[in-house]
């Protein structure tokens, strides 16, 4: 009985209720930091940068172009006629009779009476398809996968007699084709020629500063020397070099390298200052008492003490390396046909008199202009990043 009359009381006795700690989003916040990694941090940093997470899609979209150039060319890149020679740009009509249905005009060439110069007029009374994931040309999709879909195609009919988005060029050339095989090109080159600078860069400058003595005035001289030389003479006179029976792989390889020799000097002169005022610090002393070699020293313990300003410098310097190769073969000095970049696409823009006539031979320019700004954007964010006094 006195169990049960307990047992009542404390059924009928208000509990107290118990407080819940409001969360103290500074607090948490600022725990996350205290155990946070310096790549967690460096990514913190970056997501606010916003210029820079724009930059970084834009370019994460280029590079999806450049793997998959041949599924998004709807026309084999060489295959031309005269008869589409210098075509303007075709528009697609997306709405047919209420719903989507896709669809182009195909384009019929005349004579000009006046002029006697040959003009293309589409004859809106036939209505051409176009459907995605269409048959076409065949590829290598990744170079071993055998394919022949295309994103774009049109039904019942030749795409290079019928699909002109991006227009011809003088030989009749589909633009939009070759502009996705120059962007592999141009995009690849640029990661290739950084890569090997990068390596130039970090070794030379590296032992140049860890060193001292002999070793860094033979490596200060070389780049004094480099940089003393004006650098499209340097251009000229290392593309002139090449053997014009050389292969459009070979040739590639080669601007690749010449690039390179050129674009190691700013990087090693970063990396040798680091190493100067590093090598004095305890960590460095520590690891030489226990006996670490010089090179584990180097990539071991100096180099991933900056790596964050090397990646900042990396991602700057891509750009201008496109910038390169695209002077190079504009001019006529780098790449050159059957290879495709957006410099050789820019060769018919050198006449004025074809431009003129035909602006849309402009067009290459505009992906060079949206990566260089992309690839700005994002070394920026990544040096305001890794910045440890922002």
């Known amino acids: 009985m006195a169990d049960e009359l307990m047992a009542d009381i404390e059924e009928k006795t208000p509990r107290p209720v118990e407080a819940v700690p409001a969360g103290n989003p500074k607090k948490d916040d600022s725990e996350k930091i205290a155990v946070a990694t310096q790549w967690q941090l460096m990514w913190w940093r970056f997501r606010k940068h916003k210029l820079a997470m724009i930059g970084t899609i834009v ?36 709405f047919d009779e209420g719903g989507f249905r896709p669809y182009v005009h195909p384009q ?35 170079g071993f996968i055998p394919m022949d879909i295309h994103f774009l195609g049109v039904k019942n009919a030749r795409p290079a007699e019928t699909l002109f988005l991006f227009g011809t060029d003088m030989q009749g050339r589909d633009i939009w084709s070759r502009l996705m095989y120059g962007t592999r090109t141009s995009m690849t080159i640029g990661l290739v020629s950084v890569a090997m600078s990068l390596l130039l860069g970090i070794t030379l400058g590296g ?54 020799l050129i674009g190691w000097t700013e990087l090693a002169r970063v990396v040798r200052g680091r190493f100067i005022s590093l090598r004095q610090e305890d960590f460095i002393m520590a690891a030489e008492i226990l006996g670490c070699s010089k090179p584990r020293i180097i990539f071991r313990h100096m180099v991933p003490s900056f790596v964050s300003h090397i990646i900042a410098a990396t991602t700057l310097a891509i750009p201008a390396m496109i910038i390169s190769e695209t002077s190079l073969s504009f001019l006529g000095l780098g790449l050159r046909p059957p290879a495709i970049s957006w410099g050789v696409l820019l060769q018919d823009a050198q006449n004025i008199q074809a431009l003129v006539i035909s602006p849309w031979l402009l067009i290459p320019s505009i992906p060079i202009i949206i990566a260089v700004l992309a690839f700005n954007f994002m070394g920026d964010g990544i040096r305001d990043a890794a910045d440890p006094y922002g």
């Open 59 to 94: 370019l994460v979209l280029f590079y999806l172009v450049s793997f998959g150039a041949d599924f998004l060319a709807y026309v084999d890149p060489e295959e031309s006629e005269a008869q589409r020679s210098l075509m303007a740009p075709q528009p697609i009509h997306w």
């Open 108 to 142: 019929i060439g005349r004579r000009d009476p006046i002029t006697f110069k040959r003009v293309y007029v589409p004859d809106i009374k036939v209505k051409v398809p176009v459907e995605f994931f269409s048959h076409g040309f065949p590829y290598k999709f990744l």
């Open 207 to 260: 032992f140049s500063g860890y060193f001292g003595g002999i070793m860094d005035a033979i490596v200060q001289r070389i780049i004094e020397i480099l940089r003393s030389i004006p650098t499209i003479p340097l251009w000229m006179g290392l593309a002139a070099a090449l053997p014009s029976s050389w292969s459009v792989n070979q040739i590639y390889f080669a601007i690749t390298v010449i690039i390179s």
